[in-house]
C-alpha cells in the first residue's frame, strides 16, 4: 500500500540507486575530495548557469539552519512565513546553529511570504531593542503546496535586498516547483535574487542529503567548517553526492516531479467531485490539502491510510510522490467517495 502522508514515504528512485551502487567501487578520496561530488558540484553549476559554491548536508533541517546561520549573527532576525518549515519543524535548529537569530513569522495567503509583510516586519522597529532583520526566507514548493511564481521571488528580493536583506530558499521540494512553473532553476533563483538556496535531494527520489547552493559565493566564506561542526560533513561523501549524478542526468529529476505534480493533480479533481470536501489551497506542486468531515478523516485511518492533519481543524494534507501510482490515488479517491456517501 502506498501512503501520502509524506514524499519521504517513497525510496529511492532506480536513477539515484543505480548511481549508489555505481559509486561504490575500489577506494576514494573522503571528505568531498572523490570524482563524484566534484562532478555533482558541476553538474549542478550547469544547471544553474551559475558560479555557485555547493555543500551537502545529510538532511532539510542542517540545510536550513546552516544555510541560515551563515546568513546571520546572533543579534539579527530572519522574516519568514508563519508556516514556514524553519519556524514550525525544525525544533529551534535554525535559532540554534545561528547561536540565537530569532525567526520573525509573517502572514500571507496560501503559504507564501508577500512584500507587503516583509516590509511591515522590517518596518515594525529599528531600534537597537529588536532583533534586526537580516534575512527573509521562502519555501518553494510552500508547506501548503503552492508555489511563488518568478515576480513574486523577484518583488520580495528587491525589497529585501534593498533593506540589507539576504534571501535564503528551503526548496525541499524545489524540483516540484521547477516542474509546475516550467522555469529555469537560475529563474526562480539567482536571477530572482536568491543568495542561497537548500535545495532538496530526500523528498525527490534521493536516499538521504540536500545540497546548498551559494549563488553569493562570498556568504559560504567558512561554510565548510560550519558544516563540520555541526556533524554535517559526511566522511564517506560520495555516497551522498553520487545519488545526486543519476537524477540530475538527462532530467529524471524533472520528470519525477512532475510526476508527482500529476498524481497531486489527479488526487484534487477526483476530490473536488466528492460532497464534503473541499481543497484549502490550489494545487500547484505535490500536495493536496483538503477540508473533510472528521467521521471521513477517521474512517480513512481505519483503512489503513497514513496522512498529516495539521493545518487547522478538519484539513488533511495527502502528499504525492515520484513513486506514487496512479491506481493508488484512485483507491484513495474510492474509500474518500464510499465514506463521504
Ligand atoms: C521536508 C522538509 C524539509 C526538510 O526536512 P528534514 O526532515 O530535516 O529533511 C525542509 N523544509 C520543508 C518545507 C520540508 O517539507
Wanted: glycine share 8%.
Amino acid at each position: 500500500m502506498q501512503h501520502f502522508a509524506s514524499d519521504n514515504y517513497a525510496g529511492i528512485c532506480p536513477e539515484a540507486l543505480d548511481a549508489l551502487i555505481a559509486a561504490n567501487v575500489g577506494h576514494a578520496p573522503a571528505y568531498g575530495d572523490d570524482e563524484w561530488t566534484h562532478r555533482v558540484s558541476d553538474r549542478l553549476r550547469e544547471l544553474f548557469a551559475a558560479d555557485c559554491d555547493v555543500y551537502f548536508a545529510f538532511n532539510g533541517t542542517a540545510a536550513n539552519s546552516l544555510a541560515l546561520a551563515s546568513l546571520c549573527q546572533s543579534y539579527h532576525s530572519v522574516v519568514c512565513h508563519e508556516l514556514a518549515h524553519v519556524d514550525t519543524d525544525e525544533c529551534g535548529g535554525p535559532e540554534f546553529f545561528s547561536n540565537g537569530s530569532k525567526l520573525l513569522p509573517a502572514q500571507g495567503e496560501n503559504g507564501k511570504l508577500t512584500p507587503d509583510a516583509l516590509r511591515e516586519v522590517i518596518a515594525r522597529r529599528s531600534d537597537i531593542h529588536y532583533p534586526k532583520p537580516r534575512v527573509a526566507t521562502l519555501t518553494q514548493a510552500t508547506e501548503v503546496g503552492t508555489v511563488y511564481r518568478p515576480d513574486e521571488i523577484a518583488a520580495i528580493a528587491e525589497l529585501a535586498h534593498a533593506h540589507g536583506l539576504r534571501v535564503h530558499m528551503d526548496g525541499a521540494r524545489f524540483a516540484n516547483a521547477v516542474a509546475s512553473l516550467g522555469a529555469s532553476p537560475a529563474d526562480i533563483t539567482w536571477r530572482a535574487g536568491v543568495d542561497v538556496l537548500c535545495f532538496g535531494g530526500t523528498k525527490m527520489g534521493l536516499p538521504v542529503g540536500e545540497a546548498v547552493v551559494f549563488f553569493d559565493r562570498a556568504l559560504s566564506e567558512d561554510f565548510a567548517w560550519r558544516c563540520k561542526q555541526a556533524g554535517q560533513l559526511a566522511s564517506k561523501m560520495r555516497f551522498l553526492s553520487a545519488p545526486w549524478l543519476g537524477l540530475l542526468a538527462d532530467g529524471a529529476w524533472l520528470r519525477h516531479a512532475a510526476h508527482a505534480n500529476a498524481m497531486a493533480r489527479r488526487l484534487a479533481d477526483g476530490l473536488a467531485a466528492i460532497s464534503g470536501a473541499h481543497l484549502l489551497f490550489p494545487v500547484e506542486a505535490n500536495g493536496v490539502f483538503a477540508e473533510l468531515p472528521p467521521a471521513v478523516l477517521d474512517g480513512l485511518r481505519a483503512r489503513g491510510w497514513r496522512f498529516y492533519t495539521f493545518i487547522g481543524a478538519g484539513g488533511a494534507r495527502f502528499m504525492c510522490a515520484w513513486d506514487t501510482q496512479p491506481e493508488s490515488v484512485d483507491a484513495l479517491l474510492a474509500d474518500l467517495r464510499a465514506l463521504a456517501a
